[in-house]
């Protein structure tokens, strides 16, 4: 955003929507946990997500994305948006729970739609509390809707897993190497939904030492690729491996490819002791939820996506071999 926003027509008190700084980090990192952890009743709030942290990590991965909603020189809101290329989305969206329902996350939506025109995002979308009236009516007024379910997965790691032939991890790779890879992986992602690309995922793994991007060829053609958070400070938090994003390039062997895939990302968890998988896709991706269940894994929690678009529109398709989280 150019200026910071002032305002007081809705809230009733004023409030200045600004972009968060690195020295909001603290503030945001806490209000993120007692926001989410007052919604769901938790009795130490601030315990919310353990070890795991999402506001560092997102801000230090494009800090030009975060908003920060401040009244009386006090940080009392935030939220993040994420560009994948062509497809963009927001959260975690979150407002200190003294001031909810004053129009503080109408305050943020605003600007941070205007944030997606300048990206150019093609489609747009969130995960969100199915249950909740509040939630879905609040979004609705900015043009999403809700469509599938989204399945959060788990798995305990199969410790006698070994990589699969052909596996790379970005992580191990020269740094000369490094753009043609992240263009594999664009024109992966790209071959799903045109424009789609999540190589800042990729490079704030690496960059911030996150984890990792287990990458699976076919000969001289990447085939698939998963970027797995790890360990404390991460979006994991300790013990588990977290998959951010992971995708197969469609085809005949996708199938084939995307178990390929899984068995890397266990090897990976393994090699990083991590003795849990988890793991999000949308239940429209019925080939790769069907794969998910094959492999062990085993829903814990659903939530909706929303989205901008009409009826089909976006990457949610039954042939679809992508795993993600729009958290
Ligand atoms: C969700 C959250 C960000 C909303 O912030 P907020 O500042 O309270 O939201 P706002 O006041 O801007 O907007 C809420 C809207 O929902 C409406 N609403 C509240 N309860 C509702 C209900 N049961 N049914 C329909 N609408 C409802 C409010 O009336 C308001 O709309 P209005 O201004 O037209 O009256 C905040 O509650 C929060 O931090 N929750 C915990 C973390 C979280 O769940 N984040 C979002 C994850 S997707």
Redesign the pocket.
């Known amino acids: 955003m150019a200026d910071p926003v002032k305002t007081a027509v ?1 809230t009733g008190f004023e409030l200045t929507i600004r972009p968060l700084l690195e020295s909001d980090l603290p503030a945001a990192d806490r ?1 993120v946990r007692v ?2 952890g ?2 769901l009743g938790m009795p130490d709030p601030t315990a919310f997500m353990g070890d795991a942290a999402f506001a560092r990590t997102r801000w230090l991965a494009d800090p030009d994305a975060v908003l920060a909603a401040e009244h009386a020189g006090k940080l009392i ?1 935030s939220n993040f948006a994420t560009n994948w290329g062509s497809f963009g989305f927001f ?7 003294e ?9 943020l ?1 605003g600007p941070t739609m205007d944030i997606f025109r300048r990206w150019g995002s093609r489609h747009m979308g ?4 199915a249950h ?8 609705q ?1 900015f043009g999403f809707w809700p469509r599938d379910l989204v399945c959060n997965f788990t798995k305990a790691t199969d410790d006698s897993r070994e990589a699969p032939r052909d596996t790379v991890r970005f992580g191990e790779s020269k740094t000369a190497d490094r753009a043609g890879l992240l263009a594999a992986c664009r024109e992966v992602t790209g071959a799903v939904f045109e424009g789609l690309d999540v190589q800042r995922e990729i490079r704030a793994v690496s960059d911030q030492r996150l984890g990792d991007t287990v990458l699976i060829w076919d000969a001289s053609r990447l085939a698939a690729f998963a970027v797995c958070h790890t360990g404390a400070g991460s979006e994991a938090g300790s013990g588990l491996c977290y998959v951010k994003f992971a995708a197969v390039r469609p085809g005949a062997r996708a199938g084939q490819d995307f178990a390929r895939l899984l068995h890397g990302i266990e090897a990976f968890a393994h090699s990083q002791n991590a003795p849990r998988i988890t793991a999000d896709v949308n239940v429209a991706r019925r080939e790769a939820f069907r794969a998910l269940l094959a492999h062990g894994f085993r829903p814990a929690r659903h939530g909706v996506a929303m989205e901008t678009g009409e009826v089909g529109s976006g990457y949610n398709r039954p042939d679809v071999y992508i795993l993600d989280d729009w ?1």
Do not use: D
């Not at 959260?91 to 729970?97: A, I, Q, S, W």
């Not at 969130?126 to 509390?129: C, H, N, S």
């Not at 009236?133 to 609040?138: C, M, T």
């Open positions: 809705q209000i926001a989410f007052t919604f809101g959260g975690p969206l979150t407002v200190e729970p001031y909810w329902n004053r129009g503080v996350a109408q305050q939506l969130l995960y969100t509390f909740s009236p509040k939630h879905i009516a609040l979004y007024k958290r």
